[in-house]
C-alpha cells in the first residue's frame, strides 16, 4: 500500500526567505505526483502536476521535482511571501488510487 | 479555474436527519470522487466513480452512500447523521486518463449536533 510523508509538519519562515517542502513515497510505480495548495477551511488547488517521465515542473516562483527512483518530491518556493501562507499537500497517483500527505503547514511572516 | 462545484459549504444538523452534500462539474470529467478531511489531518477516499451507474467505496469505509445518474453529478447522502459524521467533505473530479490534473472543489463541512 502507499504511504506518502510529508516533512516538516509545519514550518515559519521570514518574508523574502526561499524554502523547500519535502514529500516522499513508498511504492515507485506512480503514474504522476501533483502538489496543492489549501487555505483554511477551503479545497484544494492544484500547483503543479510533475508526469512519472519527468523530473520536474515550474510554474512562476514554484519548482517541483520527482526522483522517482528514491520515492522523493520536492516544492521548491522562491522569495516567500505572506500570501503563500497555507497548507501544502502532495499525493500521488497509482493507477485509479491518489494518496495524499498529511501537508506542510506554511506560515510566512512579513 | 476547476469548474467543480459544492453545496452547501457549510451546513449543521441534528442527528438522525439525513443529508446530500451535493457535487456537480461541468468539465465533462468520467471519474469523479469523494474525500473526507478532519480538520489538520489527511484526505481519505471515501467513494469514487468512474463514469455513470458506476460507484465504488474507497479506503476508508463510511456510512455515507453515493449515486452517478449523470456524468456532472456525483451526490453523496447520509440516511442518518451522526455526530461521527462531522467532518468536511471534498469532492473532485478528473478526466479517464490517469496522467491528468485532479480538480476540486471548495468543500462542505458538516457539523452534526
Known amino acids: 500500500k502507499q504511504e506518502v510523508t510529508q516533512i516538516p509538519a509545519a514550518l515559519s519562515v521570514p518574508e523574502g526567505e526561499n524554502l523547500v517542502l519535502n514529500c516522499s513515497f513508498t511504492d515507485s510505480a506512480i503514474y504522476n505526483l501533483q502538489w496543492f495548495r489549501q487555505d483554511p477551511g477551503k479545497g484544494l488547488t492544484s500547483l503543479l502536476l510533475?508526469?512519472?517521465?519527468?523530473r520536474e515542473q515550474t510554474s512562476g516562483r514554484l519548482n517541483a521535482s520527482l526522483d522517482k527512483s528514491s520515492g522523493r518530491s520536492t516544492l521548491y518556493i522562491a522569495a516567500s511571501q505572506p500570501g503563500d501562507s497555507a497548507t501544502y499537500l502532495c499525493?500521488?497517483?497509482?493507477?485509479?488510487?491518489?494518496?495524499f500527505g498529511a501537508g506542510t503547514r506554511l506560515t510566512v511572516k512579513p | 479555474e476547476a469548474d467543480i462545484y459544492q453545496t452547501p459549504r457549510y451546513l449543521v444538523i441534528g442527528t438522525g436527519k439525513k443529508i446530500t452534500l451535493e457535487c456537480s462539474q461541468t468539465?465533462?470529467?468520467?471519474?469523479m470522487y469523494w474525500y473526507q478531511q478532519d480538520p489538520g489531518m489527511e484526505l481519505h477516499l471515501i467513494h469514487y466513480s468512474y463514469g455513470v451507474n458506476s460507484t465504488e467505496k474507497g479506503d476508508l469505509s463510511s456510512e455515507s452512500t453515493v449515486s452517478r445518474i449523470r456524468t456532472e453529478h456525483f451526490p453523496l447522502t447520509l440516511e442518518s447523521a451522526r455526530p461521527s459524521h462531522t467532518s468536511q467533505y471534498l469532492c473532485?473530479?478528473?478526466?479517464?486518463?490517469?496522467?491528468?490534473?485532479?480538480?476540486f472543489g471548495e468543500g462542505s463541512w458538516l457539523t452534526v449536533v
Open positions: 510533475i508526469q512519472s517521465s519527468q
Open positions: 473532485a473530479s478528473s478526466e479517464t486518463d490517469s496522467g491528468n490534473t485532479i480538480y
Open positions: 468539465m465533462g470529467h468520467d471519474k
Open positions: 499525493a500521488v497517483r497509482t493507477d485509479n488510487d491518489m494518496r
